[in-house]
Nanobody, 122 residues
Framework: QVHLVESGGGLVQPGGSLRLSCTAS????????MGWYRQAPGKQRDLVAS???????NYADSVKGRFTISRDNAKKMVYLQMNSLKPEDTAVYYC????????????????WGQGTQVTVSS
């Protein structure tokens, strides 16, 4: 089993910044992709940013230049630095981690966090 815990959400004014964190724990032998998704009320869950184990990153067009994803492989953590926040960034943000388990050995997994609310409003 893999467990993800997110933190860092909250209420911020337009133009402000927040940093989200996600920690993975459990029977993990290797982590491949780590990413952040978001879901606004009445909308589907969309990719915000992702980072591969090789160091490649991918961003939604709407956040390019404002958000930065980073990961600490030793700590099994992924971060999302969000700057110049806009009201349209308001959503529940979910962490996703994919990789392989250590028990059963090398079974693939893809796990989601519980979500953290980000509200951008004056």
């Amino acid at each position: 089993q893999v467990h993800l815990v997110e933190s860092g959400g909250g209420l911020v004014q337009p133009g402000g910044s927040l940093r989200l964190s996600c920690t993975a724990s459990g029977s993990i032998s290797a982590i491949n992709d780590m990413g952040w998704y978001r879901q606004a009320p009445g909308k589907q869950r969309d990719l915000v940013a992702s980072a591969t184990s090789g160091g490649s990153t991918n961003y939604a067009d709407s956040v390019k230049g404002r958000f930065t994803i980073s990961r600490d492989n030793a700590k099994k953590m992924v971060y999302l630095q969000m700057n110049s926040l806009k009201p349209e960034d308001t959503a529940v943000y979910y962490c996703n981690v994919a990789g392989y388990l250590s028990d059963p050995w090398r079974n693939p997994f893809s796990s989601w966090g519980q979500g953290t609310q980000v509200t951008v409003s004056s």
